[in-house]
């Protein structure tokens, strides 16, 4: 596993979370409503510790958002919530709501959506911090277990993850879900430098 | 038309222009206007520089009105709108947004009709993407006609909805209708209780000696009586069951014991039919766990049934089986058998394969199908075999005691 200072994670984060204050805004406005977002975690992961992660503090499955990146960083970007989170923030913030167990195509796209403006903010921010372009497909709807979503078993699992918590603040209920942007070894290292010419920069 | 598409004035190359100026001349124009999606292209001065028949249509604005305007230009009102954000986050970071319907209920003025009736609105779910050629920015947005996806939704609401109310209905009656055979049952059993209690005095002649003619009345009246507090009973046990509140007090229970007290019980009735019962072996001390009461209550419907159902001089045999601590207990008869095409329903309700009015066998129906919920209430189960003309043998199934 990949340590990082102290300085370095204070740092992402409070990089992270301005970004997600915006994304918080937009959504507040769409929705006309109270949002906060927020991250008060951040760590770097092999790929099935992350899976891991997910399928030991959400037994159950999980249900989100996820978009690839292009550029600077290669690999898929996710927003991740419990299944039956997801269902709760999507009628929290859409209102009127069909009394069905599993959402609705509508539903889906308006995750989509709620997805898009998170990882959008999350993406530009740490392209902004390596200084490069990272260009993202549009969000696609996906659910499964932690292992089924990053393909533990395909996949090279030296690769690393950043693994963000994220705090969803929704009338007054605080709902925790996670964002995780795949990063390659080398990304990683050019991620770390320009961390650190930043950080002696300020 | 061609006048307002130069690439002198926009940022394409000549070639891409005249295409854009007349799609119809060329092959990839007329792909663009097969399209099913509205289409139309943003470059990095956000002037329309593609605007695909999709949206002729939808917007009633042909390609010279809004090709070389800018995207505010040609809908003033989405100034400052999301819509005009991710445009330019698409140019100005290359970031691909999407615009769900649910979260955005109005984007593009775009209508089925040129009436731009309200109703005829089309309900939109719109894609942003960035794309670079030649050295420069573009922004494609596209526009995806989810009205039937709405429509379909709003049935699926008001279904949902329906629904729930019906299932509101159905369990305020189901509980007014086991109240009610609850409460007047009870009302009926306190009377007639008091009818036979009566009845019974002057039967037995303590009243003083009755004349025969009477006598017979006074039977026939007793009875019936009889027969209606079974009735009531039944009537009373099967609204317990279904509300959930018979109560098991679930324990060790001697299985001969209580065989052997059963068969005490039905002895008269066997009689009336000119049939006895037969207990066959039973290990000594075998134990189930059961409610003794709930447990005489169903075996004796099964002994009653067997010799209900049975012709005359007939014997009914009572077994006893045991197999990897499940207890048997079976009940055969040589009577008609249970009709095929009765068979599944003989545990309903009211059910009974000779459903005139007119039957010579008394009952009412309920017996099976009490017998059947207090077994599976105590966990056990019922079941039966039957050849039709040959005989019927039932059967329970109990745990061992020693296996709970
Ligand atoms: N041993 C049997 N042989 C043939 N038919 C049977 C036998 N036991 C039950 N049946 C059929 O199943 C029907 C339902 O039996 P059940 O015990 O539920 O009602 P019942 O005996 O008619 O009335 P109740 O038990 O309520 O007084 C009977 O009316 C009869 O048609
Ligand atoms: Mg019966």
Not at chain 1, 151 to 166: I, Q, Y
Not at chain 2, 160 to 170: H, S
Not at chain 2, 189 to 195: A, G
Request: aromatic share 6%; charged share 25%; glycine share 6%.
């Amino acid at each position: 596993m990949l340590e990082i200072t102290e300085l370095q994670r204070d740092y992402i984060t409070e990089v992270l979370n301005i970004s997600m204050g915006s994304a918080a805004a937009v959504l507040s406005e769409m929705v006309n409503e109270e949002v906060s977002l927020s991250v008060p975690e951040v760590d770097f992961l092999q790929r099935n510790a992350a899976a891991n992660k997910f399928d030991q503090t959400n037994a159950a499955r999980m249900s989100g958002v996820t978009q690839s990146m292009r550029g600077a960083l290669t690999g898929d970007a996710l927003l991740m919530f419990p299944e039956e989170k997801t269902l709760s923030i999507v009628r929290i913030l859409l209102g009127d709501t069909v009394p069905v167990e599993s959402l609705t195509e509508m539903e889906q796209e308006a995750m989509c959506e709620i997805g898009n403006i998170i990882l959008n903010a999350v993406v530009s921010s740490v392209a902004d911090l390596l200084k490069k372009e990272i260009m993202s497909s549009l969000p696609r709807f996906i659910k499964g277990t932690g292992s089924e979503i990053f393909s533990v078993e395909t996949c090279d699992n030296n690769d690393l993850v950043m693994f963000l918590k994220v705090d969803f603040g929704l009338e007054s209920q605080s709902i925790n879900g996670y964002v995780t942007l795949m990063l390659n070894v080398d990304s990683l290292h050019d991620f770390i430098s320009q961390l650190d010419e930043q950080i002696s920069a300020v | 038309m061609s006048r307002s598409v130069r690439s002198d004035v926009i940022n394409i190359n000549s070639d891409e222009a005249e295409i854009i100026a007349s799609p119809s001349d060329h092959l990839f124009g007329k792909v663009l206007d097969l399209s099913e999606n509205g289409l139309f292209l943003v470059d990095s001065d956000r002037k329309i520089i593609l605007w695909n028949e999709w949206m002729v249509e939808a917007s009633s604005l042909n390609r010279g009105d809004v090709i070389g305007s800018t995207f505010v230009e040609v809908f003033p009102g989405l100034k400052g709108r999301r819509i005009e954000s991710v445009i330019n986050a698409a140019l100005d970071t290359r970031t691909a947004s999407l615009l769900s319907r649910s979260l955005n209920k109005v984007i593009f003025p775009l209508y089925f009709s040129e009436a731009r009736d309200e109703a005829r609105r089309i309900e939109q779910s719109v894609t942003v993407k960035p794309i670079q050629s030649d050295g420069h920015d573009y922004c494609l947005i596209q526009i995806i006609d989810v009205t039937p996806m709405v429509q379909r939704e709003d049935v699926l609401r008001v279904l949902a909805k329906e629904a729930e109310e019906a299932l509101q209905v159905a369990e305020e009656a189901s509980r007014f209708k086991s109240e009610f055979t609850s409460t007047v049952s009870h009302e009926l059993r306190t009377p007639l209780t008091s009818i036979r209690g009566s009845l019974g005095l002057i039967a037995s002649g303590v009243m003083g000696e009755l004349k025969p003619e009477i006598g017979r009345l006074i039977a026939i009246a007793c009875n019936n009586t009889e027969r209606l507090l079974f009735l009531i009973n039944d009537i009373l046990d099967i609204s317990k069951i279904e509300s959930g509140k018979m109560d098991f007090v679930m324990g060790p229970v001697d299985l001969k014991a209580v065989l052997l007290q059963s068969i005490e019980v039905n002895q008269a009735y066997g009689e009336q039919y000119e049939v006895k019962y037969h207990l066959n072996d039973v290990i000594d001390g075998t134990t189930v766990y059961a409610d003794t009461d709930r447990l005489m209550q169903v075996l004796n419907n099964l002994l009653s049934n067997a010799a209900k159902f049975s012709p005359k001089g007939t014997e009914v045999d009572i077994s006893v089986i045991q197999k990897d601590g499940v207890i048997r207990v079976e009940i055969k008869d040589y009577g008609n058998g249970i009709p095929v095409k009765f068979q599944s329903r003989i545990f309903e309700k009211f059910s009974q394969a000779d459903g005139s009015d007119t039957r010579k066998i008394g009952g009412t129906g309920l017996g099976l199908s009490i017998s059947k919920a207090i077994v599976e209430k105590m966990g056990g189960s019922i079941g039966f075999d039957t050849e039709e003309g040959i005989g019927a043998t039932f059967y329970i199934d109990v745990s061992l005691y020693a296996d709970v």
